[in-house]
């Protein structure tokens, strides 16, 4: 299991930089992209494990192109999505036990890849971090902001 260890880059600032997060439930894409806009993002870092959606506008291929035209860079990195089992677990409320499952999901190779690449667009560019999921304490990616804040020095901003 992953621990969140305190590693700096060595082009990371002195003082803490802004990390993003924003959850589309409930959302509609012109208004989601505008946050990411108003706030500064440059790259919005999709960590679903699956990039679809039912809701209109969050499926892969028409979010990065909707993000490109608004002038945001678009990264999927689906090694840090939840696991089915932590998404399943997370639909019916089982906030504790997606947890559990996520953070065990973090020892694996395709998540310290996806986790590592995260880390470097984070450092270098205004970076938010996109799930379904509406409030951020509810989603792993509070669990991945921990550990970035933790690792880097972030402050992170749910939007």
């Known amino acids: 299991m992953r621990r969140c260890i305190v590693v700096r880059f060595p082009h990371a600032h002195l003082c803490a930089m802004k990390l993003y997060t924003i959850g589309y439930e409930g959302a509609i894409q012109p208004d989601v992209i505008a946050r990411l806009k108003a706030a500064g993002v440059q790259v919005l870092a999709d960590v679903r494990a699956v990039a679809a959606s ?7 291929t028409l979010l990065a192109n909707s ?9 999927h990195l689906r090694g840090v999505g939840t696991p089915k089992a932590g998404r399943d677990a997370a639909r019916a409320g089982r906030t504790d036990e997606m947890r559990a499952i996520y953070r065990a999901s973090m020892a694996e190779p395709a998540f310290e890849v996806d986790y590592a690449r995260l880390r470097e667009l984070a450092a270098t560019q205004p970076t938010a971090l996109l799930c379904f999921c509406g409030e ?16 880097d020095g972030f402050e992170v901003v749910d939007l």
């Open 54 to 60: 039912r809701r209109a506008g969050f499926s892969k």
């Open 67 to 75: 993000l490109l035209e608004a002038g945001i860079d678009y990264v």
């Open 136 to 151: 951020a304490d509810h989603c792993h990616r509070r669990l991945l902001t921990e550990c970035l804040a933790a690792e």
